[in-house]
């Protein structure tokens, strides 16, 4: 399969290397100030300031004011340009999705580190969490199941999450060599395949002028500092580059670690734990220890290479058990760990009205076989793997300036062992189960599909569009024909209207098919043929309006249904090619969601040195899943508060100086029947608060950030993942207040992209806002 994958890559560069036009080279900014994905944005730090900074010649630099207004009109108005809505560049306020920008200069200013800083931040967005949020958490999307995959990473174009596996979101998607973020919401499997059933987030890497460039940053930082300083994080990260005209090269390399915190004393239920011996107490702690490590080198003709590799370590908990120790003690020698390597190719081209892409990766993600944990007394290890090779090209051609139609096809080869839970010396006896018997060969399988969009603007205001695909998967033996539609309608001149209709789906992942044979006896690798993917069912509409450079506010509504969940069944046999098996539980399609709900954005900037957000959104729903010894019940969607309220406000008291405060507030949070604290009750809402500090150029080059979460040191719970049962994490409790203090150095093309006069920083766009 590696081999493969290579060989697909070599292909694609030696055909990409003889074609291609400046229009489509990554390297093109540097003699044409066309917009792109991967150029700087006109939204940006980098693209605002670095303009700012170099006034034409013969002309005097702009001032603040006018500097502002141009920054403003770039940010909020007609000529902001996204890419994740159809594959392909076009204004934002024409794509038919609704799509939220993250812009370089709001990464910074509101302390982002990683991609789950950002989503904490944005409507509609909740987490299931296990491990303080770092490693793994699931991602809930307007109330959508999150038990398998429903969002889509992508870098450029090119997929970074986990290839035929339920997501898992932490620490492990760094922000610091990110220019743009765009988040798009609602299904987009026709564009983007299996697994786009509820959002895309799309990440543009940083492209910084012609020259050499370096950024290093060191930061360090403790929990609840209140209480003595003896849980330490850390986070740091090294970027280098070199841009020419005829390429451009880029390497970095990024360090997470984390203690976790002391819950001892701070949440009442672990005070009887205190009296406990050192060798326990000593159990509450989660370490986590990750990096990150990126390459790429950018040729003329439009060819991009590059490579990424991540792993992450983290300790597993011992589990409740009745009269048994808390759940958040932890086993040393119990480590997760997993880790991911992805390589690609991409190349761009443009020959008269037809704009071409394609792109080739490859991904390993692998649990190695150090993964330990213990059961029964009893270390043994475990392993899985899961390979993907992934073929995308699209084409989009514009047939007249008012029609464009974009088209592609989609292949991808898996190879996976699903997880395997005992490579130990000995067999381990648990329940009477041998663990041994679920030792699992690979599985290979392929998924195809292909797409076609079209989009016409007629009278000058009102753009339409409508799409369809057709994905096969081979491993679920089923075919999904999905349709998308929308419509975009210019009111006055600073008024657009949205109607949009999609429909995605989730595949059946090789974990959950296979995740059954927990019987002695039973053939391990028979998969259940009885589980098919979710279809995902989306409504929307939505209006914004801008009120000049000053302000801007959105309000929407939607609705979504998800037929067919995938939910565990505890026993009971299932049926492969007329044979009963026996099992202990497997995934089963039994059940359904629908929610809906509705958000209000604002956004104000009334001096340049002021900027406020703020964002309410309704959210409510139903659920039917499979209950303990049968049957189904109805009840209230689990695991979203149904009010939420964001608020946001940057200062620039001072011309070096950004001060942001960003506060979150969510109402009371309906549970399930089977979670073991509350028991379909609702559990309490929350508040978090979080202050960011960031002084520019203390030193030509140097900046200085100060970040601290949870500010009040508010003490509530999150919701903890999957089934919380008594043996999961039916809740987290949030870690008590934390600060990360840092130095960010940079050098050359990076500090001349990053610094600019007075007066030129691009104003925050509150989130939820775009």
Do not use: C
């Not at 492990?172 to 509820?198: C, H, K, M, T, W």
């Not at 672990?270 to 990096?291: H, K, L, V």
């Not at 390589?343 to 390993?364: C, F, N, Q, T, W």
């Not at 989306?538 to 995938?566: C, I, K, M, P």
Request: net charge negative; hydrophobic share 40%; proline share 8%.
């Amino acid at each position: 399969m590696a081999a493969r994958g290579v060989a697909w890559l070599l292909i694609v560069a030696a055909w990409s290397s003889g074609s291609g036009s400046a229009y489509a080279d990554p390297l093109a900014g540097l003699d044409a100030g066309k917009s792109r994905p991967d150029a700087p944005d006109a939204g940006s730090d980098a693209g605002t300031q670095a303009g700012a900074g170099a006034a034409p010649p013969g002309q005097g630099a702009p001032t603040a004011e006018e500097e502002t207004e141009r920054t403003l009109e770039l940010l909020f108005g007609e000529q902001a340009v996204v890419s994740v809505a159809s594959a392909r560049e076009e204004p934002r306020i024409e794509a038919p999705a609704y799509v939220v920008v993250i812009t370089e200069q709001e990464i910074r200013d509101r302390g982002y580190r990683d991609v789950l800083d950002v989503l904490h931040d944005l409507p509609g967005f909740d987490f299931s969490t296990y491990n303080f949020g770092n490693v793994p958490t699931h991602v809930l999307v307007r109330g959508l199941n999150a038990i398998n995959s429903k969002l889509v990473i992508l870098r450029d174009g090119v997929p970074i999450d986990l290839p035929a596996s339920a997501i898992k979101l932490g620490r492990n998607y760094p922000l610091f060599d990110i220019q743009r973020i765009e988040v798009l919401y609602g299904p987009a499997s026709v564009v983007y395949g299996p697994d786009a059933a509820a959002a895309v987030i799309q990440l543009i890497s940083r492209q910084p002028p012609e020259g050499p460039r370096a950024e290093a940053q060191a930061s360090a930082g403790s929990f609840d500092p209140l209480q003595g300083f003896d849980r330490y994080l850390f986070d740091s990260h090294l970027s280098l580059g070199y841009r020419a005209k005829a390429f451009g090269v880029t390497g970095a390399v990024r360090t997470f670690q984390s203690d976790g915190p002391d819950l001892l004393g701070l949440y009442p239920v672990f005070d009887p734990i205190r009296s406990q011996p050192a060798p326990f107490t000593n159990r509450f702690e989660a370490p986590i220890r990750g990096w990150n490590a990126s390459a790429s080198l950018a040729l003329k003709g439009g060819v991009t290479l590059g490579a990424d590799f991540t792993d992450h370590a983290w300790s597993d908990s011992l589990g409740r058990v009745p009269g048994g120790p808390s759940p958040f003690a932890y086993v040393p020698e119990s480590v997760w760990r997993y880790q991911l390597f992805e390589a690609y190719a991409r190349h761009e081209a443009k020959l008269g009205p037809l704009d071409l892409r394609s792109i080739v990766s490859y991904r390993d993600l692998k649990t190695p076989p150090e993964t330990a944990d213990v059961l029964a007394g009893v270390v043994h290890h475990q392993f899985s793997q899961q390979e993907a090779l992934r073929l995308d090209h699209r084409t989009a051609w514009t047939i007249v300036p008012w029609a464009t139609v974009t088209g592609g096809a989609r292949l991808q080869t898996f190879s996976v062992v699903p997880l395997n839970l005992d490579l130990g010396p000995v067999p381990v006896e648990t329940g009477g189960t041998n663990l041994a018997d679920r030792a699992l060969g690979h599985v290979l399988f392929n998924r195809y599909g292909a797409f076609a969009l079209a989009e016409v603007e007629a009278f000058g205001r009102l753009r339409l569009s409508a799409g369809v695909s057709y994905d096969y998967d081979e491993n679920a033996r089923e075919g999904a024909l999905l349709p998308r539609g929308g419509l975009v309608l210019r009111l006055f001149h600073s008024g657009t209207l949205k109607a949009l209709y999609g429909e995605g789906f989730a595949s059946a992942v090789p974990d959950q098919q296979y995740l059954m044979a927990l019987v002695p006896g039973v053939r391990a690798n028979v998969p259940n043929p009885n589980l098919k993917s979710e279809r995902i069912r989306s409504v929307e509409l939505r209006y914004e309006h801008r009120f000049g450079t000053v302000a801007a506010v959105d309000v929407g509504a939607f609705y979504n249904r998800d037929t067919g969940l995938q939910q565990i069944v505890p026993g009971g046999p299932i049926i492969v090619d007329g044979q009963p098996f026996p099992t202990s539980g497997s995934f089963q399609n039994l059940g359904l969601v629908w929610s809906a709900g509705g958000d209000v954005n604002a956004r104000v900037s009334p001096v340049r040195w002021l900027d406020l957000s703020a964002s309410y959104g309704l959210l409510y729903g139903k659920e039917t899943l499979p209950i303990d010894g049968g049957g189904q019940e109805r009840f209230d969607l689990a695991k979203i508060p149904r009010h939420r309220v964001l608020a946001g406000l940057t200062v620039r008291p001072f011309w070096r100086l950004v001060a942001d405060v960003r506060l979150r507030w969510l109402s009371e949070v309906q549970t399930r029947p089977s979670n073991s604290e509350f028991r379909g009750g609702m559990m309490p809402g929350y508040y978090d608060l979080n202050l960011n500090l960031r002084a520019a150029d203390i030193v030509p080059g140097l900046d200085a950030h100060l970040l601290v979460q949870n500010l009040t040191d508010a003490r509530y719970h999150q919701f903890g993942t999957i089934t919380e049962s008594g043996s999961a994490l039916a809740r987290t409790p949030q870690p008590p207040l934390r600060f990360l203090l840092g130095l960010t150095y940079r050098w050359g093309a990076e500090a001349a992209a990053s610094s600019g006069p007075s007066g030129t920083q691009t104003p925050p766009s509150p989130s939820g806002t775009r």
